[in-house]
């Protein structure tokens, strides 16, 4: 079975920070370009940050360009997002995906989620 499982969410206050874990098992993601989503209360799910296979570039929203960064370790299967300078606005749930094909920022370009993890930043 294939899953991938978030951690690393939790409550902090505004400017500080959390490093988000994706693990995934089932199957190597290796070969696959890895992304973060989130979605807060009563919006649409949005693009955050992705990762090519080898992580040699790296995309991110810009409205977390500078505060964040997506990395991964092939070998342990794993996936991160060191948020930084968190904001009030970045509150949501905080999805791990696999891209598959299209448009890159879509969210229907993607196959495998997480359950996702909470993030919530108080002012």
């Known amino acids: 079975q294939v899953q991938l499982v978030e951690s690393g969410g939790g409550l902090v206050q505004a400017g500080g920070s959390l490093r988000l874990s994706c693990a995934a098992s089932?199957?190597?993601?290796?070969?696959?370009?890895m992304g973060w989503f989130r979605q807060a209360p009563g919006k649409e799910r949005e693009f955050v940050a992705a990762i090519t296979w080898s992580g040699a570039t790296t995309y991110l929203a810009d409205s977390v360009k500078g505060r964040f960064t997506i990395s991964r370790d092939n070998a342990e299967n794993m996936v991160y997002l060191q948020m930084n300078s968190l904001k009030p606005n970045d509150t949501g749930v905080y999805y791990c995906?696999?891209?598959?094909?299209?448009?890159?920022?879509?969210?229907?370009?993607?196959?495998?989620w997480g359950q996702g993890t909470q993030v919530t930043v108080v002012s």
């Open positions: 995906t696999a891209y598959v094909s299209g448009k890159l920022r879509s969210t229907e370009s993607y196959g495998y």
């Open positions: 089932g199957r190597t993601f290796s070969s696959d370009t």
